[in-house]
Structures are given as structure tokens and as C-alpha cells.
């Protein structure tokens, strides 16, 4: 899983936790409703938690006004947004207890297992419902419930099952359906709180919900109740990391390997680090702190910085875009470079065709050969003529153009 944050890490993180009796806290401690406790998962829970009935309260009462008003998108006919009809359904969703919740795992892994077993009577290659089409789930041992019902859906539509046979697997399949959707439905708000944290200019809000959603469904084929800690718990982790990885994707227009992108922020807050101890940020300190290597601290340090689009707004008001402030020069389009190209070699035949000084005198005035301008006192110095010369020589070449380019 890289740097994200595994779920088998919390294996080690429940060992560590046990010791300070963690898993024989009460409800009220362990798990709130309120959603709040999220913000500090990755720290050691705390006793300091308000009374039940305040966080009931508080999950039953509804999403937030601000958070429900601060959602910029288009109004429908009705006057609110898609998202915040998402959320106000969201919220009008009962939460599981510890004991709802464990009760649905166990039961969905027992109807997981019944749909296994039938499509293997039946000869349907478990390989295949493990990584066809699917990433690898790795030493879970998860199956994939799409291609569970997938599978499952064509089995049903097969002559040779009995009307009995069709019926068993069918009623199976509806109870699978049903509690997978139930807790999906219920632990959306979860994916909601977790968004919030990670709340992005370059990804929309909804994206990041989108994406946290997929985690949670990775969670659920994944999740054992044998574990011995909450779904929530472990689904945190998922959901977290869809979220990181979808960020990754686009918080650049050109977008890095994630293990370079893992090495930069290594390297960014080792500098941080390396100052605050009152040291230079030089590369041999960088490799001491995040233990990488010298060359690799320096090949990443050559990188080109983040890009950005010309069309960004500059302005809170977005009425002005960096294309505004962009050099003069470098708003030439295709069209305007080429009728550039065209005048300058027709001008270069022109001056081509006057006499010998004048057109001395015009390419010293425009600097059309050392790129230097000079003035027509050192044009008249260079030539051993007046200045007042130069200037009649420089009026008779440019008349001379004129008739030229009639």
C-alpha cells in the first residue's frame, strides 16, 4: 500500500492499542456518532469523549447548515443543489450499532460463502471471480462482489437448473444484495466525514466523495469479523486511500509516479525538520533524515516544480486568468508567426535591392545585422559622414521601400 496507510496495519496498530485497553472501551468512547472522532484516528483514542445522548443528538440532527449552503453548484428546479440532496438523504439514514454492524458483516461473509460454494458446484472457476477484470486482492483472500453477482445473475438465467435450484440461489443472492447495499448505505456518512479532511481546489468535493465510496466497497469484500475491531475501523483506512490516491492523480497537470511523489514530500518535510534542528537543508543532511539516497535526493531536487494551466484565475472573483499577465510575445498563434515569417523575408529582399549605403544605413539604424541600434551619429562616425547625412540616407531608403512595396 505504500506510504497511505495499510489496513493490515492495523494488526500492529490493535496490539499497540490493546495494551491501553482500547478494545474493552464502551460504545460511547469508541465509536461516535457525531463523526468527530475521524479527525484524530490516528491518534491514540481518547477518554474525553461528551455523553451518548449528545452525539445521538447530534448524528440525528442532519448535515450541517454550512456544509450543506458552501457546495457551489448549479441550483435544480427545486432549489438545491445534487449534493446537497445528497446529503440531506445521507443524513436521514439510521446508523448501525456495534452489534447491527457485526451482525451484517458476519451474515454478509456467510452469504458471500453459500454464493461461493453454489457457482463451485457448478463449475464456475473461483480464479476468475478473484482477479478477472479486477485488480489482484492481494493475501486477503477477498472475492470481488461484482463478479459474484455477475456470475451469479447468469447461473440463474441457465436452463438446466430446477425451478427449486433457481429459487435457493436467487433468495441467496436478494439477502447478499440487500445486506451489502445496507452497509454500504450506512457507512456513506463516513466516507463524507473522511472527504471533508481531504477537501482539494483540484478535485471536486463529489469526486472526492465518488472515490471514497469505491473504498468503502473495497472495504466490505475485504473486512473479516474475525478481525476483532470495528468495520468503520478498518474501513477508514480504504477509504482514506482512494481518496489519497485520487488526489494524486490530479493535483498535478503533469502527473508524477506515486513513489516520487511519496519521496518529495519525504524530502520537503526533512527540510522543514533539518531547519528547525538549526542545520543546512544541504543533501547530505536531506539522505540522513529521510534515509534515501544521495543521487536520489538530487535527481529529485532537479525536478521541474508543480505547472499550472494558463486559464487558473488569479483573482477571487475569477475575472482574470494567468493568460492575462502572460508575456506579449508569447500570445503569438500559429497563423500570426507565419505572416511574421513572411514580412521579414520580404523585407530582407527589399533592403536587398538598395544601393550599397543606404542599405548600410539602414542595417546599422535597426541593428538588422548586429542586432544593435545605433544612432545617426555613430552611423555617420562609422561611415566618415555627417550626422545630418546619414539622416537624408536613411529618409531616401525608407522612400525607396515604400515604392518597393507598392
Known amino acids: ?26 460504545r460511547e468512547n469508541f465509536y461516535s456518532r457525531d463523526e468527530d472522532w475521524l479527525k484524530d484516528t490516528d491518534n491514540t483514542l481518547s477518554d474525553n469523549c461528551s455523553n451518548a445522548d449528545d452525539r445521538d443528538q447530534a448524528a440525528d440532527a442532519g448535515p450541517d447548515v454550512e456544509e450543506i449552503h458552501s457546495v457551489g453548484e448549479p441550483l435544480s428546479e427545486s432549489g438545491t443543489t445534487p449534493m446537497q440532496s445528497y446529503l440531506k438523504h445521507l443524513y436521514r439514514l439510521q446508523l448501525l450499532t456495534p452489534e447491527e454492524e457485526h451482525s451484517t458483516t458476519c451474515l454478509l461473509r456467510d452469504l458471500e460463502d453459500k454464493l461461493i460454494i453454489i457457482l463451485q458446484q457448478y463449475g464456475t472457476q473461483l480464479v476468475q471471480l478473484r482477479s478477472e477484470g479486477v485488480e489482484q486482492r492481494g493475501s486477503t483472500g477477498a472475492y470481488d462482489h461484482g463478479l459474484i453477482i455477475e456470475r451469479t445473475e447468469v447461473l440463474l438465467t441457465l436452463d438446466h437448473l430446477s425451478r427449486r435450484e433457481r429459487s435457493r440461489l ?108 538549526g542545520l543546512p537543508a544541504s543533501d547530505e543532511n536531506l539522505a540522513k533524515q529521510t534515509g534515501l539516497d544521495l543521487e536520489r535526493i538530487q535527481s529529485l531536487l532537479k525536478l521541474p516544480g508543480p505547472t499550472g494551466s494558463l486559464d487558473d ?27 511574421n515569417q513572411e514580412l521579414a523575408e520580404r523585407l530582407r529582399e527589399a533592403v536587398a535591392r538598395l544601393p550599397a549605403r543606404q542599405r548600410t544605413v539602414l542595417n546599422l539604424r535597426y541593428g538588422l545585422v548586429s542586432d544593435r541600434d545605433c544612432s545617426f551619429r555613430v552611423i555617420g562616425e562609422q561611415l566618415g559622414l555627417s550626422q545630418e547625412r546619414a539622416r537624408q540616407l536613411h529618409s531616401d531608403a525608407l522612400r525607396q521601400l515604400k515604392r518597393q512595396w507598392r
Open 313 to 339: 484565475p488569479v483573482a477571487d472573483d475569477q475575472s482574470s486568468t494567468r493568460l492575462d499577465y502572460a508575456p506579449a510575445d508569447e500570445l503569438y498563434n500559429t497563423d500570426e508567426l507565419v505572416t
Open 170 to 277: 436467487g433468495g441467496v443472492l436478494k439477502r447478499f444484495q440487500k445486506q451489502r447495499k445496507k452497509l454500504i448505505q450506512c457507512n456513506l456518512r463516513l466516507v463524507i466525514a473522511i472527504a471533508k479532511r481531504f477537501r482539494n481546489p483540484s478535485v471536486p468535493f463529489i469526486d472526492l466523495i465518488q472515490e471514497g465510496n469505491v473504498g468503502l466497497m473495497k472495504a466490505i469484500e475485504r473486512f473479516k469479523p474475525q478481525m476483532g475491531y470495528r468495520f468503520s475501523t478498518y474501513a477508514y483506512w480504504w477509504i482514506q486511500q482512494e481518496i489519497q490516491l485520487a488526489l494524486r492523480r490530479n493535483e498535478d497537470l503533469v502527473r508524477q509516479p506515486a513513489n516520487v511523489q511519496d519521496d518529495l514530500r519525504a524530502i520537503y518535510r526533512a527540510i522543514g525538520e533539518v531547519r528547525a534542528l
Open 1 to 26: 500500500m505504500g506510504a497511505i496507510g495499510c489496513p493490515e496495519r492495523l494488526k500492529n496498530t490493535y496490539r499497540s492499542r490493546s495494551q491501553q485497553k482500547v478494545k474493552h472501551l464502551s
